[in-house]
């Protein structure tokens, strides 16, 4: 009561803050910002010590006073009171909006509490298929999306180059053999996920000083709000050519998808220390001192050889402490890894463990779960984490009863004592943003929700208005279809569009991890475009009505092919025929829908590309990056044997009619009227060479 007290008491005070030389914050900054100046002189904040994070919201005569124990907890009070009063939502198709006139007013005193300090954010992937060719003001309204959402410890991978260019320089190497190292700026991840080396490079000394300076801009954006950026670590990897070139010992990990991956220096190397202790100068350098470090050695099927992973582990984490003795090292647990033999001995509170795919596929210690680890992580404290999203492709995806579930079975169990927290890790972003809110909403609930209700105030503050029942019902839809996929339904991600597929009968999937059979009736989805149209206005809404008619369109695709299949497979090729017209008829539909916006059309992708670079060359090679990486991926091998191509297939503008069609009218037409077989690999190596000329 007495802190309560004393809350009201600050907020009534709100007014007089204006007139005595009230001094702007960071966290003011951020209101203004994304309420177009509108919440000046109008929202305040205070700063209050709390054991847990906090935040309240009051309502003070005509202004809003928001208290919190630090910036991204007064953040989280800002984006309730958006939300759930104002009925503004922030999201990436509508980042800053402005209040209304008359600031409206909650009825009583809001609060929010967390004993979660973590809230994690981003994959390595994610800086790959979503934000290679980011600028600081895309970056700036994505610090600021992140701290309403109370984010504070974001992984950031940016300028990484310039790191390594600088180590690579005190080793000896030559500028061109640093280049022939460095990846293009569409596979960095990759490459600093000990993946590959080169690939999609060189890079200009012009683009590696731009996104040096450009991460510095992100640090210290990130830091004066109080969000830790998760830095790259050194967990051992170096060029191929380090061994003959340094003397290194180092092991040979294999390939990656056909790819040589980078080498890993062995963790009794003499030398290990000192290149270590290079690389975290270097970083701090740039970028300072870390309180938390990513490194994950071994990633996806590397082969750790001859490497001692206890003596690897625990190398690793000394090196990462005699940089900054209070950091954390950051893991992913992916696969197999973290390696049990490789964690085992490590000091308890000196790691943070990922269960990167918790909402499928959880490692903490689910019993149920396909990937059970009866121990969880041994002790290691770790983040309940949603992946979602695979390869950046488009379609509407979630799993919102299995998240929710998920995450109370974890509170409950044994080793809720070790869970420090949520966080997405999504390969790529700016889609379902729904899963987001629901995902971020729950350290701060006390409860488990009853996700209806929890759906419509959602609605409420995506739109503006309270949905209509039409609204609702088509939510209703999307809610018993596409957002809630079986856990154990075989593909990875969203329910692939098959239009993007290379084509053929009897599809089962567009990328050769996922999946395209659908696991509802596609007349579900189809409903809920009808029950939406014309239910609301803005640009949430445009979005929204736009993404579920693709959707529609897609699973009608789907359904198609299918019937297509079944007709050539009893031999009645004129009926398949006649279809196939209804396929390209309904392509042609899609790619008009989505030419509508630039942020569902391929050109968005390319300019962007285009845009980031100030140099001929590596404004070319962007583009190439950008273009490569939606189709192709790789070279032959990675594409064709591996299976890279489509996996980050895009059901965009643009790239639908361009490519998709002329690959499916190329198929028809040997199917059906004996025309040549159609080289796909070529067609869309000619559709990257004419976007390269384009753009």
Known sequence: MKLRNRLVALALSAVQLAGFGYTTSAIDSLAWRVTEGTAKDRIFFTTLQSPVDFYEVIPCGNTVMINGNNAV????????????????????????????????????????????????????????????????DRWMKEIDWMALHGINMPLDIVGSE???????????????????????????????????????????DQWIEQQAKLNKAIIARMKS??????LPGYSGMVPRTAGKKLGLDIADPGRWCEFPRPAFQMPDDPSFSRLAGIYYEELAKLYGPARYYSMDPFHEGGTPGEVDLAKAGKTIMAEMKKASPEA???????????????????????????????????????????MYRPDGFMGHDWIYCMLLNFGGNVGMHGRMDALVDGFFKARDS???????????????????????????????????????????????????????????????????????????????????????????????????????????????????????????????????????????????ANRLLQAMSALMNRGQKDEAEKLSHRFLDLIDRQDSLLALRE?????????????????????????????????????????????????????????????????????????????????????????????????
């Not at 190497?173 to 991840?189: C, N």
């Not at 350290?443 to 105030?457: G, R, V, Y």
């Not at 996922?514 to 029950?531: C, D, H, I, K, V």
């Not at 690959?663 to 869309?684: I, S």
């Open 328 to 370: 954390r090292w950051v893991i992913q647990c992916w696969g197999g890894n973290p390696q049990r033999d490789m964690i085992r001995d490590l000091d308890r509170g000196d790691m943070v463990v990922l269960d990167l795919y918790s909402e499928k596929t959880p490692q903490w210690g689910d019993e149920t779960s396909s």
């Open 414 to 556: 044994k080793f809720a004592q070790t869970l420090k927290g949520v966080g997405a890790t999504p390969e790529g972003i700016e889609n379902n943003p729904v899963m987001y809110e629901l995902l971020y909403d729950l350290p701060w609930m006390e409860s488990k929700p009853e996700l209806h209700a929890w759906l419509k105030n959602y609605l409420h503050a995506r739109y503006g208005t309270e949905p209509s029942d039409s609204l609702s019902n088509a939510w209703s839809n999307l809610y018993a279809t596409v957002y809630n996929a079986p856990v154990d339904y075989e593909g990875q991600g969203s329910v692939e569009s098959i239009i993007c597929a290379r084509p053929d009968w009897n599809l089962k999937r567009t990328s050769t991890w996922g999946a395209s059979t659908l696991f509802y009736s596609p007349s579900l989805t189809a409903r809920a475009a009808e029950l939406m149209k014309g239910q609301g206005k803005g640009n949430n809404f445009d979005y929204d009505y736009a993404d579920v008619a693709r959707q529609a369109n897609a699973d009608e």
């Open 225 to 230: 709000l109080g969000i830790s950026p998760v």
């Open 162 to 204: 310039a790191v390594w260019s600088n180590v690579l320089r005190r080793l000896g190497y030559s500028p061109d053999e640093i280049k022939e190292f460095l990846p293009g700026p569409a596979f960095t991840a990759w490459w600093l996920m000990n993946n590959l080396e080169g690939w999609g490079g060189p890079m200009t």
């Open 73 to 136: 907890s007064q953040a989280v009070g800002l984006n309730r009171y958006l939300k759930d009063v104002a009925r503004i939502h922030i999201s990436w198709n509508n980042l800053t909006q402005p209040l209304p006139e008359v600031l409206p007013m909650p009825d009583s005193v809001m609060r929010g509490s967390t004993d979660l300090p973590y809230r994690y954010y981003l994959n390595y992937c994610t800086f790959s298929y979503s934000m290679p060719f980011w600028d600081e």
């Open 599 to 695: 942020d569902t059309d391929v050109r968005g992708w390319l300019s962007k590309a285009a845009a980031s670079a100030t140099e001929p060359v590596q404004k070319e090679r962007n583009v190439l990056n950008a273009a490569q990486l939606i189709t192709v991926w790789g070279d032959s091998a990675a594409a064709n044997v591996a299976g890279l191509h489509e996996y980050s297939h895009r059901e965009w503008g643009g790239i639908t009619g361009d490519l998709y069609k002329k690959r499916w009218q190329a198929f028809f037409d040997h199917q059906f009227r004996n025309g040549p077989k159609p080289d796909y690999y070529r067609m869309e190596l000619d559709w990257i060479d004419r976007m390269r000329k384009k753009y």
